[in-house]
T-cell receptor, first 114, second 118 residues
Framework: AQSVTQLDSQVPVFEEAPVELRCNYSSSVSVYLFWYVQYPNQGLQLLLKYLSGSTLVKGINGFEAEFNKSQTSFHLRKPSVHISDTAEYFCAVSEYNQGGKLIFGQGTELSVKP | EAQVTQNPRYLITVTGKKLTVTCSQNMNHEYMSWYRQDPGLGLRQIYYSMNVEVTDKGDVPEGYKVSRKEKRNFPLILESPSPNQTSLYFC?????????????????FGPGTRLTVL
């Protein structure tokens, strides 16, 4: 069965520093991978997704993620964060041939300090 | 404005009192889904619907019911709520299955409904 693990529950970082939020998944079939962001007291919005092709995916707000099939990972990165990036980030996986099921990780709280 | 709306946004109720949380989208999306969000657990899918009259269980369907009689609405029903259903609930919609038997379209989320069951 598919599962998603976000390796860090909280990531504090200073403004303008780089950040990496880690995500690992397990699945026996092909998957599609997503990163969503949740700003305080709001719903989720899509940052980026990997479907196929290039393993480096660029998203909104300067974020990018790299799909690594051999390590079953999909880590999210940003070279220089802003205060406004403070939010909770969720990795999610949708498994080929599983219709509408979407499995989320536990979430990573990114806290950007001045 | 394209959006997913949920009502109510906040609800405090007592054990066993039936309740319904409504969800409506104005984007003509085929796919709709319900999630609950709990600290440390992320979002867990309760039910989803790939089109009118088609619903299926997610990972945590126990204690919940749904119906999809119209494309735009997907209400979540708790027939006999219990305290372990205290949670933040999100409804989402997307434009349906895009690949072979999988939905990889972006899901648009509502603002959430915070439910407390005493």
């Amino acid at each position: 069965a598919q599962s998603v693990t976000q390796l860090d529950s909280q990531v504090p970082v200073f403004e303008e520093a780089p950040v990496e939020l880690r995500c690992n998944y397990s699945s026996s079939v092909s998957v599609y991978l997503f990163w969503y962001v949740q700003y305080p007291n709001q719903g989720l919005q899509l940052l980026l997704k990997y479907l196929s092709g290039s393993t480096l995916v660029k998203g909104i707000n300067g974020f990018e993620a790299e799909f690594n099939k051999s390590q079953t990972s999909f880590h999210l990165r940003k070279p220089s964060v802003h205060i406004s990036d403070t939010a909770e980030y969720f990795c999610a996986v949708s498994e080929y041939n599983q219709g509408g099921k979407l499995i989320f990780g536990q979430g990573t709280e990114l806290s950007v300090k001045p | 404005e394209a959006q997913v709306t949920q009502n109510p946004r906040y609800l405090i109720t007592v054990t066993g009192k039936k309740l319904t949380v409504t969800c409506s989208q104005n984007m003509n999306h085929e796919y709709m889904s319900w999630y609950r969000q709990d600290p440390g657990l992320g979002l867990r899918q309760i039910y989803y619907s790939m089109n009118v009259e088609v619903t299926d269980k997610g990972d945590v369907p126990e204690g919940y019911k749904v119906s999809r009689k119209e494309k735009r609405n997907f209400p979540l029903i708790l027939e006999s709520p219990s305290p372990n259903q205290t949670s933040l609930y999100f409804c989402a919609s997307s434009s349906g299955l895009a690949g072979w038997m999988v939905n990889y379209n972006e899901q648009f989320f509502g603002p959430g409904t915070r439910l407390t069951v005493l």
